[in-house]
């Protein structure tokens, strides 16, 4: 027995060290080859960092490229807080008229080709644009395609896979805690931002990264809802690789990874330190009551 329990685990740890390796070493040839000095992506001519400095004065790139990170992270802060919201409610709300309507529309984009979601929403933007246009007093509405419609595309893109992150964090969730607080007099908006809210933080950061991923790396429904002016990074890299691979593409990739890396490495350290010290202060709090409960036994 113990012996295949030993086999079982040499073949575990191989799987993964083979699933690490074909997930990473893309990337790491990647990085690798920003640093080349030929123009060929393909072919090592040695070490050299100027296409960071061409990069650096491509104003295409660059703006494109702010352009997407600000996106990002407008559309995942928005996902974020619609995805607690309704988390919560599917989560603690077990049964309510039109739950099993409102769990399914959330959860549509997940297996809805983005295709179709682009175009309906293409469809949907351009009926209001009629709309407002033929009302006179809402005139002052009207909106062309471009930041905003982008906007509203990745956010409903994001915030069904928020809402899954979230919802299974609060199933997890000790409920005793929360009807603990309500019972010693709490409201339910103080049991949230003090109790709940903090439980399920590392589901919101993990939320938030999930969704700038999938907001940054999104071309279809961008393709369909951005107008002049508001080309996304994706859609720049995507439009320059019809011409041929383009060095700076490493360096620029190379930057994001560094910066993605940066930011989950602390993400992760601020949420270990916070389990740490809520873990901490339940073990003092189980060791006072212990010791009240034994001197009064005493």
Request: proline share 3%; with cysteine.
């Amino acid at each position: 027995m113990s012996s295949g329990s030993h086999k079982l685990s040499w073949f575990l740890k191989c799987s993964l060290a083979l699933g690490l390796l074909f997930l990473y070493i893309p990337l790491f040839i990647l990085v690798i080859y920003s640093f080349n000095d030929s123009k060929l992506v393909t072919v090592w001519g040695g070490f050299s960092t100027k296409w960071y400095g061409i990069l650096m004065d491509n104003d295409v790139i660059l703006s494109a490229a702010w352009l997407s990170i600000k996106l990002a992270a407008m559309s995942s802060l928005a996902a974020v807080v619609l995805g607690t919201l309704a988390a919560y409610a599917l989560a603690r709300i077990k049964r309510f008229k039109g739950s099993t309507l409102f769990a399914g529309m959330v959860s549509a984009p997940m297996v809805m080709p983005d295709v179709i979601t682009g175009l309906s929403m293409l469809l949907l933007i351009i009926q209001v644009q009629m709309f407002l246009q033929n009302t006179p007093a809402l005139e002052w509405l009207y909106f062309d395609r471009g930041l905003f419609t982008v906007w509203l595309g990745h956010t409903t893109l994001c915030l069904a896979y928020v809402t899954v992150v979230i919802r299974a964090r609060l199933s997890e969730l000790d409920q005793n805690l929360e009807d603990a607080a309500m019972d010693l007099g709490a409201r339910p908006l103080k049991i949230f931002f003090l109790i709940t809210l903090p439980l399920i933080m590392p589901a919101l950061a993990s939320g938030f990264l999930l969704g700038i991923t999938l907001s940054l790396d999104d071309v279809v429904i961008t393709s369909f809802l951005s107008g002049p002016g508001s080309s996304t990074l994706p859609q720049v890299i995507f439009s320059k690789i019809k011409l041929g691979l383009d060095p700076q593409m490493n360096a620029l990739a190379t930057i994001m990874i560094a910066i993605v890396g940066t930011i989950v490495i602390i993400l992760n350290w601020l949420m270990m330190r916070q389990t740490t010290k809520r873990e901490r202060e339940m073990a003092e709090a189980y060791r006072q009551g212990a010791t009240q409960e034994s001197n009064t036994a005493v």
